[in-house]
Nanobody
């Protein structure tokens, strides 16, 4: 079974920064397009950033210019640098693949932005 371990969340004031990490195993990480998702209370999970196996990135409009996704294939790890955080960024953040059927989610990491 795929293992996904997200970390780096916490409480931060609006305008601050956090860097999330996600370590994976049991997938062929280097050829897998990966993404960061988030789910705020009472809302559906949404994809906020993705990175292809070749390093091409895409962002949701709500985070464009503030978040940066990156990956280290040698470490099977994907990162999300989050700057200029806003209260509306408060959510549980998850990483996962962005193509195909997703059958497993990690526990996620909680990001709370105080205004």
């Amino acid at each position: 079974q795929v293992q996904l371990e997200e970390s780096g969340g916490g409480l931060v004031q609006a305008g601050g920064s956090l860097r999330l990490s996600c370590t994976t195993s049991r997938i062929i990480f280097s050829i897998t397009d990966m993404g960061w998702y988030r789910q705020a209370a009472g809302k559906q999970r949404e994809l906020v950033a993705s990175i292809s196996s070749g390093g091409n990135t895409n962002y949701a409009d709500s985070v464009k210019g503030r978040f940066t996704i990156s990956r280290d294939n040698a470490k099977n790890t994907v990162y999300l640098q989050m700057n200029i955080l806003k209260a509306e960024d408060t959510a549980v953040y998850y990483c996962n693949k962005v193509r195909g059927v997703i059958t497993y989610w990690g526990e996620g990491t909680l990001v709370t932005v105080s205004s």
